[in-house]
Structures are given as C-alpha cells and as structure tokens.
C-alpha cells in the first residue's frame, strides 16, 4: 500500500510540472490576481506599491495523495516595471489529501533580496511559510529576510499536514 501510495504521488508530481500552456502567465492574468488581492485587502496596494520587487503566480495547481506537489508560472516586476518570468515548484511529504488552485505574491523588500531571488536555484525551506489573504493581512504581514509571501486561494480543497519547500525559476525579459 505505501508503495502505491508513493507511486501516485510521484505521477501527481510529475503531471504538475509538466501541466499544459493552461497555466501559462500573462501580465492580464497577474494584473486580474493583483487586483484580486487589493479587493482582498486594500492595505495590499501600498505592498505592491512599497517593495522593491515582486513575483506574481496567478495561477498554481496543487495536489497531493501521501506525496504532494505544485506548479505555476508567473511574472517578475522590478520597482514597477516588468523584467522577467519565474516559475514555482513545489514538493510536499506527509499526511496530505486533494487539490487546490492558488496565487501567489513574493515581494522583495530591496534589491539584496531581490537580486537572491534572481540567482538560479533560490528556493524557500519549510521554515518560510506564506500569509494567508485576508482582510486586514497586510497589516501584519512582514518581510523575513527581506521577502514577504502571501496566498490567496481560488478553489479547491486540501487536506495538509506536510512540510516541504519552493523552488524557483527565473528568466530576465529582454528589453522591449
């Protein structure tokens, strides 16, 4: 049994990094999902507004039977102006159960953090854990080591009690 288990997990994980053009990202999917968190919190705007940078995954597919994973593309702004496309892949162990859209918003408090994020091979442990959107989140939302996670969900349900991590992409865009 635990080895079917861990056998669906892994083809879980696989069709999540490797999901169809879906879930593609374009700048009016990230600007729909930043909106959605402004309605969200207001407080949002002066985040969007006051960090150095941010990433934008309007879009990230989740699941896990046992064995768990995410997947989501999203675009990459330097004090306001479009530079670049990163992608999230998530990986998960423990009791967990379902599957769950989600959009993701990583701000980078100064252009030390933002240029980590740059680097390739930057990655969240378990230890870095996202803010949940919600009414009045911003207030107390603050950056740890110069970056600031929030979530907000779009549908789905799942059962978690997992620890795992991030990892992330990023290509700069060429001048326009």
């Given at each position: 049994?635990?080895?079917?288990?861990?056998?669906?997990?892994?083809?879980?994980?696989?069709?999540?990094?490797?999901?169809?053009?879906?879930?593609?990202?374009?700048?009016?999917?990230?600007?729909?999902?930043?909106?959605?968190?402004e309605?969200?919190?207001?407080?949002?705007?002066?985040?969007?507004?006051?960090?150095?940078?941010?990433?934008?995954f309007?879009?990230?597919?989740?699941?896990?039977?046992?064995?768990?994973?995410?997947?989501?593309?999203?675009?990459?702004?330097?004090?306001?102006?479009?530079?670049?496309?990163?992608?999230?892949i998530?990986?998960?162990?423990?009791?967990?159960?379902?599957?769950?859209?989600?959009?993701?918003?990583?701000?980078?408090?100064?252009?030390?953090?933002?240029?980590?994020?740059?680097?390739?091979?930057?990655?969240?442990?378990?230890?870095?854990?996202?803010?949940?959107?919600?009414?009045?989140?911003?207030?107390?939302?603050?950056?740890?080591?110069?970056?600031?996670?929030?979530?907000?969900?779009?549908?789905?349900?799942?059962?978690?009690?997992?620890?795992?991590?991030?990892?992330?992409?990023?290509?700069?865009?060429?001048?326009?």
């Amino acid at each position: 049994m635990n080895r079917m288990i861990r056998v669906l997990g892994l083809a879980l994980i696989f069709s999540l990094i490797t999901l169809p053009p879906a879930f593609a990202q374009s700048e009016a999917d990230v600007q729909a999902a930043r909106e959605r968190f402004e309605e969200g919190d207001p407080g949002m705007q002066g985040w969007f507004r006051d960090a150095y940078a941010y990433a934008v995954f309007p879009n990230v597919g989740k699941g896990g039977f046992g064995i768990g994973g995410a997947h989501g593309k999203g675009l990459v702004y330097e004090q306001g102006k479009l530079v670049g496309k990163s992608s999230l892949i998530q990986v998960t162990v423990g009791f967990q159960f379902g599957g769950q859209a989600f959009s993701e918003v990583i701000f980078f408090k100064n252009k030390i953090a933002f240029d980590h994020f740059t680097q390739e091979n930057f990655e969240f442990g378990a230890q870095v854990s996202a803010v949940a959107l919600s009414a009045g989140v911003s207030a107390d939302l603050a950056y740890s080591g110069g970056v600031a996670v929030v979530t907000a969900t779009k549908g789905g349900l799942m059962y978690e009690a997992s620890i795992g991590g991030q990892k992330f992409t990023y290509t700069k865009i060429e001048e326009r």
